[in-house]
């Protein structure tokens, strides 16, 4: 037992389910992402509608495919309707990819695997991205799962490829369920690294029974919605794929320049602690790319850091080239950055890291994500939902916000049964598909529905009481202002309670 204790894989993975898990839910929802990921899966959970994402009842959430929505939901269901449980996936996703690591490590880079597993487990992207809901983990995940399986067919066991390949094609079906097209980029390395060795042609990526489970797992779901919803299909290939790549649309760092003040930073700062192996294993690379482009021989002998050079910069250079570029896209690259960075120090003969210093390290890690709970943000659901409960005492079936970003995130604090709306004062022009307004004010005050709190911005206040006074109804100001914004309520112009 001492020396289970005392074995590296013991102390990696202690040391990954702490930073996994601690102060996992001390930190309430943070708008926007955290609270729309968790609304639509509360929206799953709450109706018993597992297919159609929606961000209420009458609006659907197209933007992203199931699978997050779906894990969010089953940890809710299970574990209860807290920060804590929402986030589990994350974690868990984080805690998968550390041991995908080790695995593929032990094909990759044998000796060094356990320090490619602690590489990654305290890199400070990795970990802090692991208190976040979004899609990008669990498309992490997925993707490295597909990768490994792949690493296990070509470098492990011969004998047994196509259960291999198969699992990569299961996993790469995960992937797509979570992330659409983009959870494919992976089947590019995969493509190249084969295309690049001199014995491809006794491989066959593109198997049959591969490609058949890919089919079953991940097409259902899409095309169950897109004959339930006509023009489903341009708009996911319209706006979700070829827009996000060709357009500055969405107001992702669109300009030429955008992916240097992006992914520059992120690479730099995220592999922290780990960077400067990553830098001297850099200097190498324009020798290593121009003797494996000349000679079969040299791919053949350096295969495994062949794959991992493919592995990062083959959808590092997509992620260039989109004109959607935001920090998160980069996590799946941080497995192949570990790998690269324990293969470094493999070279140079470095010795294992200082526990002591991790320790360190570590400590400061777990420090940041308590502090996260503490900084001052308007974005902190769980502080919105104690501010309209102090105004409005007593049960909130709905929070209407009027020509502002909904805090989605209310729908975790304030319960399962509280809907979040988001308006515009006047009719407009929308979309099918992900409109940015639910409806109008006029609508929304025809339905004249009960137990309801509005919000809108101080600046609105004054138009925006007199255009609901128009309507027949009187606007009732809830305390004081919270973040410059005014919680009300409204009833009709004829009841008892005096205008305020």
């Known amino acids: 037992m001492r020396a289970l204790f005392r074995s590296p894989g013991f ?9 996994a898990l601690g102060f996992l839910g001390v ?6 992402d955290e609270g729309r990921y968790t609304n639509v899966a509360l929206n ?17 959430h197209w933007t992203k495919p199931p699978l997050t929505y779906w894990l969010i939901a089953s940890s809710v269901a299970v574990f209860g309707s807290n920060p804590w449980a929402a986030r589990l996936p994350a974690a868990l996703s984080y805690l998968f990819c550390v041991w995908l690591a080790w695995r593929i490590g032990r094909r990759l880079v044998p000796g060094s695997e356990y320090v490619a597993a602690l590489i990654y487990a305290t890199m400070l992207f990795p970990v802090g991205a692991s208190q976040l809901i979004t899609t990008d983990y669990v498309l992490a995940a997925c993707e490295t799962l597909a990768v490994w399986a792949f690493v296990e067919a070509r470098f492990g066991d ?19 369920l979570t992330k659409g097209p983009p959870g494919l980029l992976p089947l590019l390395v995969v493509l190249a690294f084969d295309q690049a060795m001199p014995e491809r042609a006794t491989h066959r990526v593109f198997r049959i029974s591969g490609v058949l489970l890919f089919a079953l797992l991940a097409l259902p779901w899409y095309v169950a919605v ?8 341009e708009y996911f290939i319209g706006d ?35 960077t400067g192996a990553l830098l001297r294993g850099s200097r190498g690379v324009p020798a290593a790319v121009a003797r494996w482009w000349r000679d079969a021989r040299a791919r053949q002998a350096e295969a495994p850091q062949l794959f991992l050079t493919l592995w990062l910069l083959l959808p590092l250079l997509v992620f260039c080239v989109s004109r959607s570029r935001l920090p998160l896209y980069l996590l799946p690259l941080f497995v192949p950055l ?22 360190l390290w570590v400590a400061l890690l777990l420090g940041l994500q308590l502090a996260s709970a503490w900084w001052p943000t308007h974005k902190n659901a769980a502080q919105w939902a104690d501010a309209i409960r102090q105004r409005a005492p007593g049960e909130v079936r709905e929070v209407v916000f009027v020509e502002d970003m909904a805090r989605y995130g209310l729908h975790l604090h304030m319960g399962v049964d509280t809907e979040i709306e988001k308006i515009s004062q006047d009719p407009r022009r929308e979309p099918r598909f992900n409109p940015e307004y639910d409806e109008p004010l006029a609508v929304e005050l025809a339905e ?6 509005w919000v809108c911005k101080q600046d609105y206040w004054p138009e925006l009481r007199r255009r609901i006074a128009a309507h027949g109804y009187r606007a009732i100001a809830l305390g004081t202002p919270y973040q410059q914004r005014v919680i009300f309520r409204v009833e009709p112009l004829n009841a008892s309670a005096p205008a305020k």
């Open 11 to 19: 102390c990696v993975a202690l040391l990954a389910v702490l930073l």
């Open 27 to 32: 930190r309430g929802i943070w708008d926007p």
């Open 44 to 60: 799953m959970l709450h109706s018993g509608d597992w297919l159609n994402p929606r961000r209420n009842d009458e609006v659907g």
């Open 158 to 176: 011969r004998r047994r490829p196509k259960r291999w390949i198969s699992l990569m094609w299961a996993a790469f079906a995960l992937a797509f």
């Open 226 to 233: 897109i004959h339930g919803n006509p023009g489903l299909f």
């Open 240 to 274: 979700e794929v070829v827009n996000r790549v060709t357009t500055n649309e969405f107001g992702r760092h669109g300009e030429w320049y955008g992916w240097l003040q992006v992914y520059v930073p992120t690479l730099l700062i995220g592999t922290l602690p780990w």
């Open 338 to 359: 570990a790998l690269l960075a324990a293969l470094q120090r493999e070279r140079e003969g470095r010795p294992p890291p200082r526990w002591r210093w991790l320790a």
């Open 448 to 453: 004249a529905e009960t137990d309801l709190v």
